[in-house]
């Protein structure tokens, strides 16, 4: 609801320039008459005793002749929620303090601030939310965030076009002075010294980290696969709560346990180091000293995330799931680019790709062999039996296929038996190719 919207002389802005209101005269027993007193000066009532006057500067009746209350000056519950609406809008916008309010319920915040405010200055409102001291206590607010606040109300107050000078020339002044004079309720770290989260630099510190994180990892091939579908925006998010709330800041995580998010993932104690190079190499990027010997803000955050490898490697040396053992991510991708570069000089069947997104088919092919091998990915083409039906193909044509794969094989060095009896690594992938041949033939 924008302030200018309010109906004439119930305008914050036109209230507080000086905009008169009628006001309505009581004379008591002797008759009465809605009188204005910037109009008339005497006003005489003779309804019932016919001598009766009133002369417009006394009231012989019951009207209160005190002081409006600042509730009323300020233009009342509309007026309140006006400020409180465009107030909230402005710190939502804020990226210095809007984390705080992440989990907030924004229309209960609003009607706390909305009740606080009408108490505050005299309304008919009580309001029930804690102390300024409860309520902020864990918050590890500095001043730069008190500042930000009460910088974020003048902005609205200037955009409802409310005058204030905070030297008790508005009538909104003693409210303002009072929100200052609540810093000691409100700030614990005044400097950012005490708490770890602000010692590195707050919501945008950890921000600008996970960031540079992220950027590392994107681009390195060691691990940039785990996250291929993943909903990096959401990941980002999760990082920043995750480090926001281990460092003492006050944010919530909201994603599983370390163990919960990994446990499928077969992740090994090379790809747990070159995740932890990345964190450092997006230190470095940010400019984030790091020492882990405790001796820099960050270095306790650093040994945290390395007491953690138990709880996110779940095959340490890569010799537990076949996709680790065959080499992983590296070593599929080299098989497949090799069995692609292999069919596409094979005359008996590369007629079969002429029209083929290679590009697509190569990445749903690693898909489909890490996925069939214990890898952490998902395969997201069609199943063997569609994706072949029309295609007419033969055993020879299936036959020439499986010798390309053998070829790719003996190219990268993978030992595969000659009776794929499973006594080498690559027997379990050549015996999985071939069970395909059902679905592939025929159709």
């Known amino acids: 609801m924008s302030i200018r919207a309010l109906a004439p002389c119930f305008s914050l802005a036109l209230l507080l320039a000086g905009c008169a209101t009628d006001t309505p005269t009581d004379t008591g027993d002797h008759g009465s008459v809605d009188t204005d007193t910037a109009d008339t000066t005497d006003t005489v009532d003779t309804s019932e005793t016919g001598d009766t006057m009133d002369t417009g500067d ?11 209350s600042l509730y009323d000056q300020l233009g009342g519950a509309a007026a309140i929620s006006a400020v409180v609406d465009e107030f909230v809008a402005q710190v939502a916008a804020d990226p210095q303090i809007n984390f705080f309010f992440a989990d ?6 609003k009607g706390s601030l909305r009740d606080q405010l009408c108490a505050a200055t005299g309304g008919p409102c009580t309001y029930t939310g804690g102390t300024m001291v409860e309520v902020h206590k864990d918050m590890a607010i500095t001043n730069a965030q008190f500042d930000a606040l009460v910088a974020d109300l003048l902005k609205a107050l200037d955009n409802l076009g409310v005058p204030y000078a905070l030297d008790g020339s508005q009538p909104i002044d003693p409210l303002l002075v009072a929100l200052v004079g609540m810093r000691a309720d409100i700030v614990t770290d005044a400097d950012g010294s005490a708490v770890q989260f602000n010692q590195i630099g707050g919501y945008a510190g950890v921000s600008a980290v996970v960031d540079a994180f992220l950027a590392r990892v994107v681009v390195d091939s060691r691990v940039n696969w785990f996250f291929a579908d993943t909903d990096t925006a959401v990941l980002r998010t999760r990082l920043i709560e995750q480090v926001c709330s281990a460092t003492g800041g006050y944010c919530t995580y909201h994603g599983g346990s370390m163990v919960d998010v990994h446990k499928d993932m077969a992740i090994t104690d090379a ?33 945290a995330l390395v ?14 799931v076949y996709f680790n053992q065959l080499g992983g991510h590296a070593a599929v991708q080299a098989v497949v680019d090799q069995l692609l570069t292999n069919v596409a000089g094979d005359a008996r069947i590369n007629g079969f790709f002429a029209s083929t997104d290679l590009a697509r088919l190569n990445g749903l092919l690693v898909e489909q062999v890490c996925d069939a091998t214990g890898g952490y990915c998902t395969y997201s083409g069609k199943s063997m039996l569609d994706a072949h039906t029309g295609m007419g193909l033969t055993d020879a044509d299936f036959d020439a296929m499986a010798e390309d794969l053998v070829s790719a094989l003996d190219t990268l060095g993978v030992p595969h038996s000659e009776t794929l009896d499973g006594s080498q690594v690559g027997d379990t992938l050549l015996n999985t190719v071939l069970g395909m041949r059902g679905d592939i033939v025929g159709h």
Do not use: K, R, W
């Open 58 to 68: 006394t009231d012989t009746g019951d009207t209160d002749t005190g002081t409006a």
């Open 104 to 109: 907030t319920d924004i229309d209960a915040l």
């Open 271 to 303: 790809q747990f180091n070159a995740v932890v190079e990345d964190l450092l190499l997006g230190l470095d990027d940010v400019g984030v000293p790091y020492a882990l010997d405790g001796s820099q803000p960050i270095d306790s955050l650093l040994l």
């Open 307 to 320: 007491g953690m490898q138990p709880d996110i490697v779940t095959d340490a040396a890569g010799s537990a």
